[in-house]
RNA sequence: CGGGGUGUGGCGCAGUCCGGUUAGCGCACCGCGUUUGGGACGCGGGGGCCGCAGGUUCGAAUCCUGCCACCCCGACCA
């Protein structure tokens, strides 16, 4: 076994690292806290990508570009905004290097000093509502739905790959409304774009909530959040959508004339998904032998390994099934490369994720069949050449399918009920995973919670059911349950 | 920013404590051959300013000083 990777339970967070780098999805750079995304990882994040993009062209979003820079004085309009950010930015202070006088190298030229320094972005509600200003005047051109495909720099203490990096990439929606409806309206929906996304092309259930003050977007009224459980027992925050209110409309002076002809501050959201929904994807499918991709964002969906190498009749055979597959938009690899053996391969593809594999060889072809191996549950079964891809595409749709229902299987089992402190510290400690549990509503308590036992309150979930109850430290009243889990 | 750890061919490491021939091993790589239904084997080969800069010494991967980088664990955050 030349590429062996840490088994989960002996080292969760060396085998998540493992699967990355020998999967070569990605590696760290030669800059702390930034990696380098190698095309196979790449590959998947333009599946997500292109789907989402998808989603938000559907309902009434256009892209647009933003600049990386932003002047320091932005940032600082939005009281909120700016304490959130502050501690983790990028600062651009000089604009021209030059060859250090007293010895080797290049320096920064202490002449070419900015008059005001340039904040690498760490997101771009400032640098975008200063242009809303400029286009809107009326109700008439609102609403404007833009989103923007870019990087951001958060400048973390600590990172790790896809989770938290000091670089990454993220979609960003900001949209601007004549009414707090309205945009209340669109946070949500974005929130259920997302929600419906990482059911349904990740298959990874997610809990939809919102946050409570503390967990907030810096800026916003309302942060409506995915949260999805990971192997490890550990939440992880997936993506969020703000209502932001008239908060930025006031920092930056974005005023409309209503129908009666009066001046309104408009209303905004915002909302993201970014890499790290890579490292969601890991850590929710992938299995001790690597990685597990879902059918619907998988670069390579199926791959056909000739055993034990090619030949002309073994080379017939997978190009008529190639064909086949791609008639029905399936992506189908030919790994025909003769210097590599066969168990190489079938491990390989398996460490990469890819869903479904084909063999191929003689004694296959004398049966007129192909031996298909899935690689969620690493099931094989022979099928008939000429079903091959009625088979396959069933499969894949199966495989889809059975992840996102075993995803949602270990979520009901590391999901618990608890009324005591007694009890949810035990099962912190114990199983991990989601605890539902009442919570008064004050900040107090959800800090003393966090001290006490490192988990947060994830969301407090949409749709829960009223039920009557005590905070488990205060005693005080509470109305229902919200969710609490440790937290990457 | 605190604590810990690691820097030695592309990757993973040994060697460092106790200085001493041409710095070694596994994987990967190149060549030839034999193999081939689950990570092949044999033989031959190429590749290293030992993180950087000083110092001690006849002699430094090894000892001393300073610096740098990265990883892991915490506090903070997506």
Redesign the pocket.
Same mark, same amino acid.
Not at 1 to 5: E, L, Q, R, Y
Not at 156 to 160: A, D, L
Not at 341 to 344: D, L, P
């Given at each position: 076994?030349?590429?062996?990777?840490a088994s989960r339970a002996e080292n969760y967070?060396q085998w998540y690292?493992d699967i990355i780098k020998k999967a070569r999805l990605a590696e760290?750079s030669a800059?702390?806290?930034s990696m380098v995304i190698r095309p196979y990882g790449f590959a998947i994040w333009e599946n997500m990508r292109d789907q989402l993009d998808r989603m938000f062209k559907e309902t009434g979003h256009m892209n647009a570009y933003f600049p990386l820079f932003i002047p320091k004085s932005f940032l600082s309009r939005e009281a909120d905004h700016v304490e959130?950010f502050a501690?983790?930015c990028a600062v651009v202070t000089h604009y021209r290097l030059m060859n250090n006088p007293d010895g080797d190298g290049i320096i920064v030229d202490p002449e070419a000093k900015l008059e005001e320094e340039l904040i690498v972005r760490p997101t771009s509600e400032t640098i975008i509502w200063n242009s809303y200003r400029d286009w809107i005047t009326s109700y008439r051109d609102l609403p404007i739905l833009i989103n923007q495909w870019a990087n951001v720099v958060?400048w +973390?203490?600590?990172?790790?790959l896809f *989770?938290?990096?000091?670089e990454?990439l993220w979609q960003e929606g900001h949209t601007a409304h004549a009414t707090k409806q309205e945009a209340i309206g669109e946070a949500e929906k974005m929130h259920e774009v997302y929600a419906t996304f990482a059911e349904e092309y990740m298959a990874m259930p997610v809990l939809r909530g919102t946050k409570t003050d503390s967990?907030k977007?810096?800026g916003a009224l309302e942060t409506y959040t995915i949260e999805a459980l990971m192997q490890d027992g550990k939440a992880l925050?997936a993506g969020?959508s703000h209502f932001l209110g008239q908060n930025f409309a006031k920092a930056f002076d974005v005023k409309f004339a209503n129908e009666e002809n009066e001046q309104e501050y408009v209303w905004a959201t915002s909302w993201g998904v970014?890499t790290?929904l890579m490292g969601a994807l890991i850590m929710t499918h992938s299995d001790d032998?690597?990685l597990i991709i879902p059918p619907k964002i998988a670069p390579i969906q199926v791959v056909i390994v000739p055993?034990?190498?090619p030949n002309d009749q073994v080379d017939e055979v997978a190009h008529q099934i190639m064909d086949d597959l791609k008639s029905k938009n399936i992506t189908v690899e030919y790994d025909n490369d003769p210097k590599s053996?066969?168990?190489?391969k079938?491990?390989?593809h +398996? *460490?990469r994720g890819v869903p479904v594999r084909i063999?191929?060889?003689?004694?296959? *072809?004398e049966k007129n069949q192909v +031996?298909i191996?899935r690689r969620d549950t690493?099931e094989?079964s022979f099928v008939s050449l000429n079903g091959v891809s009625d088979y396959i595409e069933n499969l894949l749709s199966d495989i889809q399918d059975n992840l996102f229902s075993r995803a949602l299987e270990f979520r009901k089992e590391h999901t618990t009920e608890v009324d005591t402190m007694e009890e949810f510290e035990s099962v912190i400690e114990s199983k991990g995973g989601f605890i539902y549990a009442h919570w008064d509503g004050s900040p107090e308590t959800e800090e003393e919670i966090k001290k006490r036992t490192?988990a947060t309150i994830r969301c407090i979930p949409l749709n829960a059911v009223e039920e009557e109850g005590t905070d488990m430290i205060s005693g005080k009243p509470s109305k229902r349950r919200v969710v609490f889990a440790k937290?990457?």
């Open positions: 076994m030349a590429k062996s990777i967070s690292v760290h800059v702390r806290g959130g501690k983790e958060r +973390e203490m600590r990172t790790r *989770l938290r990096t000091a990454f967990e977007f810096a925050q969020t970014s790290r032998d690597g055993i034990p190498k053996r066969v168990g190489f079938f491990a390989e +398996e *460490l063999g191929i060889g003689k004694r296959d *072809l +031996e191996a690493k094989k490192k937290a990457y």
